[in-house]
C-alpha cells in the first residue's frame, strides 16, 4: 500500500512539473563597451528563456505595473500577442528580451521576440525623484533557474527606487534579497515608486 501511495505521488510530482513553465535569464549587456554606452543612456537588456512542452502555439502577455506608496496606481498593458495568430511563441524553448531606459523623467520600455518588437511605452516617473534613483531587478537573486504554473502571471522585472530608512539614507540590497511578493515591495520596504513588469502565458 505504502509502495502505491509513494508511486502516486511521484507520478503527481512529475505532472505538476511538467506544467510549470522554466525560466532563466541573463543579462545581455555584459560587452565592456557597449555596457560603458547602455550606462551612460541609463538602458538595460534583460533577456528571458522560457521552457515547456507544451509552450509552442501559446499566446502571451507582457504588462507594466506602477506602485507609488505601495499602492498600485495603474495597470498597462505592452503586448499582447492574442491580437495576431502570426505573433504566437513558435516552440519551446521561447526568447524574449526587455529593454528598459529611465532617462530626463521618463521610464521607457519594449520588448522584442523572434523578429518582432512592442511599441515602446513611455511613463513618467515622479517629480521627486531622478531618473538615476531606478534601477531594474530581476527575481532570481541566487538561483539560475526558476519554474512558475503556466496559467499564472509571472514577475520578471522591478524597476525601484532605494528603500528608505529612518536615517534618509537609501538602498537596494534588501529588495534584492528578499522573497516578498513583487507587488508588496513598496508596502514592505517603504519605496516610493516603482513599476513591475510581467509576463502571462495564454
Known amino acids: 500500500m505504502k509502495t502505491k501511495v ?3 505521488l511521484l507520478f503527481l510530482g512529475q505532472l505538476v512539473l511538467a506544467q510549470n513553465l522554466k525560466m532563466t535569464f541573463k543579462n545581455v549587456t555584459s ?3 557597449l555596457r560603458e554606452v547602455l550606462y551612460f543612456q541609463n ?3 534583460s533577456e528571458f528563456n522560457f521552457e515547456n512542452e507544451k509552450l509552442g502555439g501559446k499566446h502571451f502577455e507582457v504588462n ?3 506602485f507609488v506608496e505601495g499602492k498600485l ?3 498597462t498593458q505592452l503586448l499582447d500577442t ?3 495568430d502570426f505573433l504566437k511563441i513558435k516552440y519551446s524553448p521561447f526568447s524574449m528580451k526587455i529593454f528598459t531606459q529611465m532617462l530626463r523623467g521618463t521610464f521607457s520600455i519594449k520588448a522584442d521576440f523572434y523578429n518582432f518588437s512592442s511599441k515602446t511605452l513611455d511613463l513618467d516617473i515622479l517629480e521627486k525623484s531622478k531618473s538615476r534613483d531606478y534601477i531594474a531587478k530581476d527575481f532570481f537573486g541566487n538561483k539560475i533557474v526558476k519554474e512558475y504554473p503556466m496559467n499564472k502571471e509571472i514577475p520578471l522585472l522591478a524597476i525601484i527606487t532605494p528603500t528608505i530608512h529612518s536615517d534618509g539614507s537609501g538602498s ?3 529588495v534584492v534579497q528578499t522573497d516578498i511578493l513583487p507587488e508588496k515591495l513598496g508596502e514592505h520596504f517603504k519605496i516610493p515608486h516603482y513599476f513591475l513588469v510581467t509576463m502571462k502565458v495564454k
Request: hydrophobic share 30%; glycine share 0%.
Open 6 to 8: 509513494s508511486l502516486l
Open 31 to 33: 560587452h565592456p563597451e
Open 43 to 45: 538602458i538595460q537588456v
Open 64 to 66: 507594466v505595473y506602477e
Open 73 to 75: 496606481k495603474q495597470k
Open 82 to 84: 492574442s491580437e495576431a
Open 172 to 174: 537596494y540590497c534588501e
